[in-house]
Structure formats: C-alpha cells, structure tokens
C-alpha cells in the first residue's frame, strides 16, 4: 500500500514538488524542484512523467537498477531540452527520489537532497545521502551537523537532474521485512520535523492516508517555509 500528498506550505504562492504512487508498478516517485518563475515546477512534473512514462514501459526482462537508471538518465535528457529550447527554463532542475518494489525488495534510485527513510522495529533509517553543499562540508570532516546548519546554505545543491551535461544516479536496494514502513519526502518535511516525530508518526496504526496527511500538516503548522511532499509506503 501507497500514498501520498503534496503542499505548497505556509511560505510559497506556487507548489513546485511533484509525487506519483503507481502501485500497480510498485512504483513511488517524488521530484523538488527549482528554477526562476514556473521552471522548478516544469522540471518536476518533467522527471515525474518520463520517469513514469518509462518504468511502465520496461516491467519485463529489464532489472530494477537498469529501469531505475535509464528513467532517470531520461528525464535528465529532457529537462535539459526544455531549458535549451525555452529561456523562462533556463537553469531549471530537480531533486528526484524513487522506488521499485519488486520480488521482496526496494529498490531506489536518487539524485539531489529528496530523501526515503524505512522505519523498522522502531528504529528510523535514512536510505538515501543528501547530495548538496552541506552534506559535502558534513562529509568532509569541516563541520558538525549542527555546525553547518547554522554556517552553510542547506539550498545549495550539488546534484540534479538537469543542471549540468552529465548526473550520477544513486542507487541501492534492500529486502523488505515484514512490518517495515517507508518514507518519501521532499526538504520541506525534513527541515521542519525531527526524525524522531517522523518515526513516531509513520510508526502510527492509522491508515496511511492519515499518516502522510499528518506529517504535511505538523510541518506547515511550523509554518514551513518550502513546498511540503510526502510519501508513505506500507503493508509489507
């Protein structure tokens, strides 16, 4: 079982994260995008559809990691053709997160700062790494967390889809146990709950409906300042 919602916030006139639960597919895709005007929400809906388009396209003889890779590597193709062929686009991409269920496993694929996190046996792990300046500085040894946090811009990113020539997709996958529970979202949850009330509300055993709605509804309660997506996979 899948579900999900999407916010514009308390901050943004316009909503430029994009979701899609397809799981006829097993299939859950979520997209943050960025870019002058309405290019971050042309760059979002862009990745979601091709990613989409594709992944129903390849169900048959074609591994996850390939299907994840080629949609992906798609989607940056024509985000890059419409900012080349329409200045209003110039510069527009996006942060992309998505999953394959598929014979027991997960499979994701990710590329920005969007992430998936799996609560299981109450323990909250994040399965995706922040590909932005921040992490990198958290990475490199230069800062704390918290560190940077308070010294670095978290909105700077150093991987999307569509900003330069050539992007690496990271991918993984894990088998599935049973009672475990995933989480899609976009920077806008994240920023504005802990991963703690995260767990503690995708740990909830009310429908999914009412755990993703929850979720948006504390962060914008906070008052958050970006687009607010989430994505809560269960039923396992």
Known sequence: ??????????????????????????????????????AGEVASRTAVDTVSAILKQTTRGVSPHERLETALQAAHSVIREKARQSLRCRGMG????GVLV????LHHAHVGDSRLYV???????ALTHDHSLLQEFIDQGFYS??????????????????????VMIDYDYLKINKGDRFLLC????????????????LGRTHDLDGIALDMLEL??????????????????
């Open 1 to 38: 079982m899948m579900t999900g919602c999407t916010d514009a916030g308390k901050t943004r006139t316009s909503n430029e994260d994009c979701i899609l639960c397809l799981p006829t597919f097993g299939a859950a895709l979520l997209a943050d995008g960025m870019g002058g005007h309405s």
């Open 94 to 97: 996006t942060t992309f997160v």
């Open 102 to 105: 598929e014979n027991g496993y």
């Open 119 to 125: 609560l299981r046996e109450g323990q909250m792990t």
């Open 145 to 166: 967390r918290e560190e940077a946090q308070e010294k670095v811009s978290r909105n700077i990113l150093t991987r999307a889809l569509g900003l330069e020539p050539q």
């Open 186 to 201: 976009s920077d806008g949850l994240y920023d504005m709950l802990t991963e703690h009330e995260m767990a503690a509300l």
């Open 219 to 236: 962060a914008n309660a906070r008052r958050s300042k970006d687009n607010v997506s989430v994505i809560v996979i269960a039923g396992f």
